[in-house]
């Protein structure tokens, strides 16, 4: 154990990532040697995903490289030839448990010293993570990170025929792969990512260093996979980044952004369009003019606000004012009647004062959201905001949490309540999880509704009349 060459891996630096350069982002191809395509054969694999729709996506990717390499999908992890965790790094607690699974994971390793162990993700970023893992968890034979999931091959055949370690974490700013192989998770539901990384810093927030460089894709390459899905029958596409507002703004010369893009999806014969996640100081009024124009774009947003407070936001580097945040909604729900707004909000950011709690509580009431991720400061290593003085006893910040999310759930039932005797357009995930005899689905406006009806209606879009409001959900009968 004392004889580890820690220098012969490539570890994760968060200087390096912090950096960003007005470099042109380059286009790279994935391509699979005919050699990495054999040696999955009668080999089976499990993926462990943690985290955001990012993570949910690259994970699809990791199964496509997989899959091309002939291994199979196991949902056994003690009989799996290659398991890997896909990890998250946005809050402690996320850590926390992955740290656990690690651990666990080692009895399977005992069983079967020839499985491969990997962790892959956000996570494998940090470089106090990558030496802990170096120290003392030696059963991980894998350790990559985001910016080059597309050479999973290559560490699976390293790991396996040469028996090695394999540690490789860039932390540049990232380029874009295409041609990446997916195996998707939803016959009818897809994510597409249209751009990468994140370049806002917001003082609390690891993402920036453990995703790198914002940069978006090509229109052609987003147009060519939503059209491919629709070719294929899916219903809805969620298009994914960081800050899908700065869409094409990373682009030197292009004035194509993110509201052209949406008008060109409407036009690929996707019936329902989303998006995740927003920054207000991008939301422009060529977006929300899409939002009303384009039938397929769906009438919801998740406009993250974190903080009421224009103390805290300016500590957190956010960019707008309690009073700008409000005039940016108020113009969203002016152009698109009706829309669905929900945000993310952090209680107990460094120096918040009871007098910040209140003017976010105030923001809450104005905002009228109809939903909310709510958290509390959780101090990431690396990032400007773990530096701050911090006096704010945890006890207190629960309490906020506690009084937030009661505040929250006032908005979630009025929000359910609008729809009552309307009839709305589900598009039917499955069963209940509650009941089998019972369908449940999204609405448009990003409502959970439950009705009877019969399993051959899964994947289809279906009217439903509500009957019955409650917080977390709607009732109602198909029409
Ligand atoms: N502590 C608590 N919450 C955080 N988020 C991001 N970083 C942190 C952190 N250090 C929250 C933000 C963001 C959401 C994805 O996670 O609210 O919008
Ligand atoms: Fe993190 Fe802020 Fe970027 Fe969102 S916009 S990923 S909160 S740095």
């Given at each position: 154990m004392n004889n580890i060459d820690f220098d012969k891996y490539f570890k994760p630096d968060l200087t390096q990532a912090r950096k960003r350069s007005k470099k042109q982002v380059e286009e790279v191809q994935f391509h699979m040697s005919e050699q990495a395509a054999q040696i999955g054969h009668g080999k089976t694999y499990k993926i462990d995903t943690y985290g955001c729709q990012g993570n949910e996506a690259d994970s699809e990717t990791m199964a496509g490289i997989l899959e091309l390499m002939g291994f199979t999908k196991t949902e056994h992890e003690e009989n799996a030839d290659v398991i890997i965790i896909n990890t998250c790094a946005i809050r402690e607690n996320a850590e926390n448990r992955i740290w656990g699974e690690l651990?666990?994971?080692?009895?399977?390793?005992?069983?079967?010293?020839?499985?491969?162990?990997?962790?892959?993700?956000?996570?494998?970023?940090?470089?106090?993570?990558?030496?802990?893992?170096?120290?003392?968890?030696?059963?991980?034979?894998?350790?990559?990170?985001?910016?080059?999931?597309?050479?999973?091959?290559?560490?699976?055949?390293?790991?396996?025929?040469?028996?090695?370690?394999?540690i490789e974490v860039f932390s540049r700013e990232g380029e874009i792969v295409e041609n990446l192989p997916k195996v998707r998770q939803h016959r009818f539901k897809a994510w597409v990512?249209?751009?990468?990384?994140?370049?806002?810093?917001?003082?609390?927030?690891?993402?920036?260093?453990?995703?790198?460089?914002?940069?978006?894709?090509?229109?052609?390459?987003?147009?060519?996979?939503?059209?491919?899905?629709?070719?294929?029958?899916?219903?809805?596409?969620?298009?994914l980044g960081q800050n899908v507002n700065a869409y094409g703004k990373d682009v030197v010369g292009?004035?194509?952004?993110?509201?052209?893009?949406?008008?060109?999806?409407?036009?690929?014969?996707?019936?329902?369009?989303?998006?995740?996640?927003?920054?207000?100081?991008?939301?422009?009024?060529?977006?929300?003019?899409?939002?009303?124009?384009?039938?397929?774009?769906?009438?919801?947003?998740h406009l993250p606000v974190q903080s009421g407070s224009n103390q805290v936001l300016k500590k957190m580097n956010r960019h707008y004012t309690k009073d700008s945040y409000l005039k940016t909604l108020n113009e969203l729900k002016e152009t698109v009647p009706g829309i669905s707004v929900t945000t993310d909000?952090?209680?107990?950011?460094?120096?918040?004062?009871?007098?910040?709690?209140?003017?976010?509580?105030d923001l809450v009431d104005q905002a009228n959201f109809e939903g909310a991720f709510t958290f509390v400061f959780s101090?990431?290593?690396g990032t400007p905001a773990a530096?701050?003085?911090?006096?704010?006893?945890?006890?207190?910040?629960?309490?906020?949490?506690?009084?937030?999310?009661?505040?929250?759930?006032e908005g979630y039932l009025r929000g359910n309540q609008r729809f009552l005797g309307q009839t709305?357009?589900?598009?039917?995930?499955?069963?209940?999880?509650?009941?089998?005899?019972?369908?449940?689905?999204?609405?448009?406006?990003?409502?959970?509704?439950?009705?009877?009806?019969?399993?051959?209606?899964?994947?289809?879009?279906?009217?439903?009349?509500?009957?019955?409001?409650k917080t977390w959900f709607l009732l109602g009968e198909a029409v």
């Open positions: 651990g666990r994971m080692k009895n399977y390793k005992r069983q079967n010293p020839n499985l491969i162990l990997g962790l892959a993700g956000c996570m494998a970023q940090e470089e106090n993570v990558v030496e802990r893992v170096l120290k003392k968890y030696q059963h991980v034979d894998i350790v990559f990170g985001t910016h080059n999931i597309h050479k999973l091959q290559d560490y699976i055949q390293t790991a396996m025929f040469s028996k090695e370690r394999v990512n249209i751009m990468f990384g994140c370049d806002e810093f917001c003082t609390y927030c690891i993402v920036p260093y453990t995703r790198g460089k914002e940069r978006s894709r090509s229109k052609q390459e987003i147009l060519d996979e939503v059209k491919q899905l629709v070719d294929e029958g899916y219903q809805e596409v969620t298009l292009n004035d194509y952004t993110f509201g052209d893009l949406l008008r060109d999806l409407d036009q690929t014969g996707i019936n329902r369009i989303r998006f995740t996640t927003s920054h207000p100081h991008d939301l422009d009024q060529k977006t929300m003019e899409a939002m009303r124009d384009c039938k397929h774009v769906m009438p919801f947003f909000i952090i209680v107990g950011f460094p120096g918040e004062t009871e007098e910040d709690f209140l003017e976010t509580m101090k990431r290593e530096k701050f003085e911090d006096n704010t006893p945890e006890e207190i910040k629960k309490q906020r949490l506690y009084l937030l999310n009661e505040k929250i759930n709305v357009k589900v598009l039917v995930d499955g069963v209940s999880k509650y009941d089998d005899t019972i369908l449940a689905g999204y609405s448009e406006h990003n409502k959970l509704v439950n009705f009877k009806g019969d399993m051959s209606l899964i994947g289809h879009i279906v009217d439903v009349k509500i009957t019955v409001a």
